[in-house]
């Protein structure tokens, strides 16, 4: 499957049980996001933490990547409060819509899915907004001696800021939506 994948050729699902044979045949190279999308994103769903929605390849049925969901808050604090203060706002936390996991299958990689999978998080915050306030998007970037694999460039092009800078471990991400008219 060479090149990029357009939007038009992804379906998205949320899981169910329906899917749980399916999981059997993702691979990635990060074994512990294949861990918790066979083992874990059901019963988060049942217990109402968190939500897991699939991007399945139309034209061959593939299982392409899958993306969880769940609710967050960014803690506003030294730079940031004060540009939030400078806008008006003067709260010490602001509503995010954090992304728990993201994770394309080895077959897809590098052809698009990722980027799709940001843009109906984005989708998803519109709808949201209908109804209820949400300013942000988060995530937890891991980072990766590969630096191919490193999600946190990934972020960074598509417009996500360091929250706190971090030797180990994951790096905390950001990306105002409200900026999203300039874009």
């Known amino acids: 499957m060479p090149g990029k994948i357009s939007v038009s050729e992804i379906v998205v699902e949320p899981l169910s049980e329906k899917h749980k044979t399916l999981l059997n045949g993702f691979k990635s190279f990060e074994k512990e996001l294949v861990d918790f999308l066979k083992n874990d994103a059901l019963d988060n769903q049942e217990k109402k933490i968190s939500k ?32 939030f203060k400078k806008k008006g706002i003067n709260y010490k936390s602001l509503p995010a819509l954090k992304i728990g996991r993201l994770c394309v299958h080895d077959d897809f990689l590098r052809m698009g899915i990722g980027t799709h999978m940001l ?23 891991k980072r990766n001696p590969d630096k191919s694999r490193d999600s946190i460039h990934f972020y960074k092009a598509k417009g996500f800021e360091i929250y706190k800078e971090r030797e180990k471990g994951s790096t905390p991400m950001y990306k105002d939506l409200s900026k999203l008219s300039e874009e």
């Not at 843009?119 to 970037?141: H, Q």
């Open 52 to 83: 897991t929605h699939l991007f399945f390849h139309k034209p061959t049925g593939k299982l392409s990547g899958y993306i969880t969901l769940l609710t967050d808050k960014i803690s506003l604090h030294a730079e940031l409060k004060e540009a």
């Open 119 to 141: 843009d109906w998080t984005v989708f998803v915050i519109k709808k949201i907004n209908e109804f209820a306030g949400c300013r942000f998007i988060t995530i937890d970037a």
